[in-house]
């Protein structure tokens, strides 16, 4: 291992976490490749790059947490469903076409960002059960993630914007706490598997805990307007990713 990829492990983590934390999203979809150059081994890049996601999401969360832009009742509904269903996603994910489900979620997050990015929809009432539907949604997203093996932030964000009604700012905060629970159980099962490169881990939340920490800074700074035009567009971009991969 050269010193040049740790160094791109460390910058790579460094501006996802800062991207990230601002918008309310792990990205970790967006680090990965770093993470993959640096270890070498596509098993070991992915328990690690969970290791940094569930970290640099603890880190930014506590940050959004300090400044109030938590919900924590939508916490305690969304995160037990989320986290059982992701295990149920994963054990039968053998049996799901994983292009087709890539290419659904692809297509879900390009119009949840051009939403957000352009205002297509009227903006709704209050929800009459937002607890309940952020349970339904926690459930169905981390179902998805565990069959395709994402921790998808980017679909539970919109869902708690417009189907729990809160405002960006206190769901960027609330999706990153959701986010570290997964990725805490996520990266259990890698390590189970023994599958971290431990000083790639090292580097990359050298760069990654204080980007999350800059991040949430920025998301203070921003308008609600602001806010959701630019959780819009990483959404755009992070559904064009995810449809390359599932048209491999």
Do not use: C
Not at 115 to 121: A, H, Q, S
Not at 181 to 200: D, R
Request: charged share 10%; no cysteine.
């Amino acid at each position: 291992m050269e010193a040049w990829d740790l160094a791109l492990a460390a910058s790579g983590s460094f501006v996802a976490g800062l991207l990230g934390s601002a918008v309310g999203l792990v990205l970790g979809s967006l680090r990965l490749p770093v993470i993959l150059v640096a270890s070498g081994s596509p098993a070991a890049a992915a328990g690690t790059n969970i290791a940094v996601s569930a970290v640099a999401a603890l880190a930014g969360g506590i940050a959004h947490a300090r400044a109030g832009r938590v919900d924590w009742s939508l916490v305690r509904w969304m995160t037990p469903p989320s986290v059982a269903a992701a295990f149920v996603g994963g054990y039968f994910a053998h049996l799901l076409p994983k292009g087709l489900l890539l290419g659904a979620i692809a297509a879900v997050l390009f119009w949840s960002g051009l939403d957000l990015l352009l205002g297509l929809r009227a903006e709704p009432g209050a929800p009459r059960r937002p607890r309940v539907t952020a349970a339904l949604a926690g459930g169905l997203i981390g179902l998805l993630g565990g069959a395709v093996g994402l921790v998808l932030g980017t679909l539970r964000l919109p869902a708690l914007i417009r189907g729990s009604g809160l405002v960006a700012h206190r769901a960027v905060g609330t999706n990153l706490v959701v986010g570290f629970f997964l990725g805490v159980f996520g990266f259990l099962g890698h390590l189970a598997q023994a599958e971290v490169e431990w000083a790639v881990l090292g580097v990359s939340l050298s760069g990654a805990i204080p980007g999350s920490l800059v991040g949430a800074r920025v998301t203070g700074k921003l308008s609600e307007s602001a806010l959701r035009r630019a959780i819009g567009a990483v959404l755009v971009v992070v559904a064009a990713a995810i449809a390359v991969s599932a048209a491999r």
